[in-house]
């Protein structure tokens, strides 16, 4: 079955330090995973996904297939980076639907 | 364009009534889903549509959910006899065609049942 985790309900650092994000999956297929945030108010928006291997807003996530891991890193935290966010597999063939962790709160403190 | 619209984005109704949401994709857009998500979770999947058809159906949605997507356009999420545990957002996304591309949300319908 496929399955995301996300260890951490809530992560709070303060501004300036470095943040990690930690995401966990389970899936025997080919995995295409995305990060998904959610600012306050706002509806849930793509912030990056591995394929694209991009940097958004200072944000990087690496797919460790040996260790079936998509931790999404940033060096230095600011405080507009709180928000929710969200790891999601998308299931390879069919609907490709998304299956998402329960979120992490992440609170940068000034 | 301005990105995936739902409406209502706030219901509130007894337990018993039937709902109904709607969900316009941004334009040209042929795949549609519908996801709903419950306090601390995050969004599950209830179903999706490539154009007009209604192509999967997560165990989450019991007879009492119907979707439907006529023209291919806007689609529409009716819950009939609402229950206490049917409380929650729902979310509307949409898709360029296959191929894992990005899925865009709506804002979503909160729906709260007294």
């Known amino acids: 079955a496929q399955r995301v985790t996300q260890p951490e309900k809530l992560l709070s650092v303060f501004k300036g330090a470095p943040v990690e994000l930690k995401c966990n999956y389970s899936?025997?297929?080919?995995?295409?995973l995305f990060w998904y945030v959610q600012y306050s108010r706002q509806r849930l928006q793509l912030l990056l996904r591995h394929i694209s291997r991009e940097s958004i807003k200072g944000f990087t996530a690496d797919l460790n297939k040996g260790e079936t891991s998509f931790h999404l890193k940033k060096p230095f935290a600011q405080e507009e980076d709180s928000a929710m966010y969200y790891c999601a597999l998308d299931v390879q063939g069919g609907s490709e639907k998304l299956v998402f962790g329960k979120g992490t709160k992440l609170t940068v403190n000034p | 364009d301005t990105g995936v619209s739902q409406n209502p984005r706030h219901k509130i109704t007894k337990r018993g009534q039937n709902v109904t949401f709607r969900c316009d994709p941004i334009?040209?857009?042929?795949?549609l889903y519908w996801y709903r998500q419950t306090l601390g979770q995050g969004p599950e999947f209830l179903t999706y549509?490539?154009?007009?058809?209604?192509?999967?159906k997560s165990r989450l949605l019991s007879d009492r959910f119907s979707a439907e997507r006529p023209k291919g356009s806007f689609s529409t999420l009716e819950i009939q006899r609402t229950e206490q545990g049917d409380s929650a957002m729902y979310l509307c996304?949409?898709?360029?065609?296959?191929?894992?591309?990005?899925?865009?949300f709506g804002p979503g319908t909160r729906l709260l049942v007294l």
């Open positions: 996304a949409s898709s360029l065609g296959g191929g894992r591309k990005t899925q865009y």
């Open positions: 899936y025997s297929g080919s995995p295409e």
């Open positions: 549509f490539q154009n007009e058809a209604q192509l999967e």
């Open positions: 334009s040209e857009h042929n795949r």
